[in-house]
């Protein structure tokens, strides 16, 4: 698979596939989707989905999928498998497939996904996929798998976390800000003693490097701490050569 991304979030394996494979809770920390509703079907075939992102406020981009799961496995782990596809014209991402898988390890579950896809619009669409897109994508998953970890582990709803990252994310934007601004204007000639004058830009720069560099706070949700290479080789599950390809 194409992008791998995992999480290890303490919590009761339960609860964790519940807040996953429900649309309507899904939707609400996975920063991929805006709208996932899962579609009517007859008894016995895979279930089919609809899901859409809104990429600008006069711009959503629709598609549809299907999926199944495997809740009661023998060696006590579960997975998901799903197969989608975009026919928006202006849809970067074609079709693709990918997996959940829910590993129980001591103290929490193992919550690790792949998943890979086809862009279109041919050599420029894959240049732009390996420049922008793969690379959002995979960011974007692992700070929803966070994000996720926070509301079952703390409580803190989707709503909350997103709001804690814009806040942080500001705060962190106006102190780079406000230190680039004293860092190139410097202090007047003669109004700072010489050790008042190197003690200033020698502060706007730390302060700078710690508003880069700092550790997000524990409240607020980050892809960093999503592991984003697979520890060894991973086979898809082979529920996901049982759903048909979307087009």
Request: glycine residues 8%.
């Amino acid at each position: 698979m194409g992008l791998y991304i995992e999480a290890h979030i303490r919590a009761d394996l339960d609860e964790l596939w519940a807040r996953t494979q429900d649309p309507a809770r899904h939707q609400r920390w996975d920063l991929r989707f805006t709208e996932i509703d899962y579609l009517p079907r007859a008894a016995g075939e895979p279930q089919r989905f609809r899901y859409a992102t809104r990429v600008l406020p006069f711009l959503t981009i629709a598609g549809t999928g299907v999926s199944a799961g495997e809740k009661e496995r023998p060696d006590g782990t579960r997975t998901s498998a799903l197969r989608f596809a975009a026919p928006h014209p202006l849809s970067l991402l074609a079709e693709g497939s990918g997996y959940w898988r829910y590993i129980p390890v001591a103290g929490g579950v193992r919550f690790l996904t792949g998943y890979d896809y086809r862009p279109r619009w041919g050599a420029f669409g894959t240049l732009a996929d390996r420049l922008v897109l793969r690379p959002l994508m995979g960011w974007a998953t692992a700070w929803s798998f966070d994000r996720l970890r926070l509301w079952l582990e703390r409580g803190i709803t989707p709503e909350r976390a997103r709001w804690n990252w814009f806040a942080e994310m500001t705060v962190r934007a106006l102190a780079i800000a406000g230190c680039v601004i004293g860092l190139s204007r410097g202090p007047g000639p003669g109004t700072l003693s010489p050790t008042v004058a190197f003690l200033v830009p020698l502060l706007l720069v730390v302060a700078l490097s710690l508003a880069l560099v700092a550790p997000p706070l524990a409240t607020t949700p980050a892809a960093r701490r999503c592991l984003r290479t697979p520890p060894a080789r991973i086979a898809a599950p082979r529920v996901l050569h049982t759903l048909e390809k979307q087009q």
